[in-house]
């Protein structure tokens, strides 16, 4: 993982098992967990080792964090012991007196500076600062937490109890989301997409936010709708629901491998009104329709700020160049999709970000370019308070999801 800082860590980790299958299932388990472990922990241990005179090592932060974290019939001491053919080497004696001196601190020591204690990167902190103020240390820790499994229910094939009820059939017992008229929250990690009702297509899985988005594009039936960085076609389905297949969707993207992906969960879920459309450059499949969608929504690149309960390494590998380069991008895209809905319409952009720059301010200098569009004075009926100033700005701590930002305009000439 440090070899290949850009890419993500999951990734890295199913190449290495992939590579080696000898290694069991309890071993994995292990092996994963105590690698997140140390991605979870990485500047808390970066700072202890640092303190300790140690360099911060793969190896040395896993001794930190088995000392830092030390569970029963896990002392450093016990586990490096070379009569395994796959246990690492024994510890050194300079090793041994690192567990020692660590053993029993804890984690979070009260001289580690902010961003260490958070977890974040330096340059990134002023800017959460920003976004959450008073509430940043419990923001972050709540983006630290463990992440739902929550699902859509496809309501193309049937009803949100009905779903539940085939789930429980299949021993997973899902309660309906708070936000969410469609979702369904899964307790713990469950092999969902073992069960009938995932294979059949009743339920796609989508965190309970990314539904959000959905519901506030406020696609209807007989509507002509663009998802314009429509991925694999997570929000597509989604709208494709809310159009009750009526209408038509085209779900573009630039990348072909994502939309390829779009075609298997498109069938599955009985999508009958999608296309798709591969964005190449110079191309003049939108400037033909420019004016003529109901609906666009760009659920724009981003730096994904708003999904570290998921990828916890993904905090730490974010630049401040990648910001700036998204950023830019944002612009772009913007510019070019929103001349694609027709007067009367209504744009929908959205990230998986908590950043202001890339939310709010986002939106305040777009809405300074563009005269012609404003933001929407009503909105889809969601919770009581949810959207302020067409706006909505989700977080796991307020809302129990991931973080993501919706912002509804609307074209008036
Ligand atoms: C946040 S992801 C979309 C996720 C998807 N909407 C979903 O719900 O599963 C952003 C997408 O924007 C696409 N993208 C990047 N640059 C783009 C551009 N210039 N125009 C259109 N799409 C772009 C990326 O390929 C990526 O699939």
């Known amino acids: 993982m440090e070899a290949t800082p850009r890419r993500p860590a999951d990734a890295v980790a199913n190449a290495f098992f992939r590579e080696r299958r000898y290694i069991g299932g309890g071993d994995r388990r292990a092996i994963s967990a105590r690698v997140w472990t140390v991605l979870r922990h990485w500047r808390h241990l970066a700072w202890w080792l640092d303190r300790a005179g140690a360099a911060a090592t793969p190896r040395a932060r896993l001794i930190a964090a088995l000392a830092l974290m030390p569970q029963p019939g896990e002392a450093p001491q016990d586990l490096f012991v070379s009569q395994d053919r796959y246990a690492p080497q024994p510890l050194s004696a300079a090793e041994r007196d690192l567990a020692t001196r660590l053993r029993g601190q804890a984690m979070v020591h009260p001289d580690m500076p902010r961003a260490v204690r958070l977890e974040v990167p330096d340059w990134l902190l002023p800017r959460l600062e920003e976004t959450f103020g ?4 419990a923001e972050v820790a709540a983006l630290a937490g463990e992440a739902t ?45 073992a069960t009938a009702a995932f294979k059949s297509g009743l339920v796609e899985i989508q965190d309970e936010g990314s539904q959000i988005v959905v519901a506030a594009a406020d696609a209807r039936p007989g509507m002509r709708v663009l998802d314009y960085c429509a991925g694999a076609a997570g929000k597509t389905l ?29 069938r599955r879920a009985g999508v009958h009104n999608a296309e798709r459309h591969l964005l190449v450059p110079g191309d003049r499949w939108a400037r033909r329709r420019a004016a003529s969608f109901d609906r666009v929504l760009v659920d724009a690149p981003c730096t994904g700020t708003g999904t570290w309960r998921r990828n916890p390494d993904a905090r730490l590998r974010l630049t401040e160049q990648d910001l700036a380069e998204l950023m830019a991008k944002q612009a772009d895209i913007l510019a070019t999709a929103s001349a694609l809905v027709r007067p009367g319409g209504r744009l929908v952009y959205a990230t998986c970000s908590i950043l202001r720059e890339e939310n709010q301010d986002r939106i305040a200098s777009f809405l300074r370019a563009s005269p012609h569009f404003r933001r929407a004075e009503t909105v889809p009926d969601l919770a009581p308070d949810l959207a302020q100033d ?9 809302h129990g999801t991931d973080g993501f930002f919706a912002a509804i305009l609307e074209r008036t000439a």
């Open 149 to 193: 499994l929550d699902l859509r229910v496809n309501l193309l094939k049937t009803t949100r109890a009905e779903a539940a009820r085939l789930l429980a059939a299949d021993g997973i017992m899902a309660e309906p989301t708070g936000l969410s008229p469609w979702g369904l929250r899964v307790p713990g990690r469950q092999p969902v997409t």
């Open 390 to 398: 067409g706006m909505i700005a989700l977080s796991p701590l307020r």
């Open 134 to 137: 008073a509430d940043l240390d």
């Open 238 to 266: 989604g709208m494709a629901m809310t159009m009750e297949n009526r209408g038509h969707i085209v779900a573009c993207d630039v990348s072909e491998p994502r939309l390829e992906g779009a075609v298997r969960r498109l």
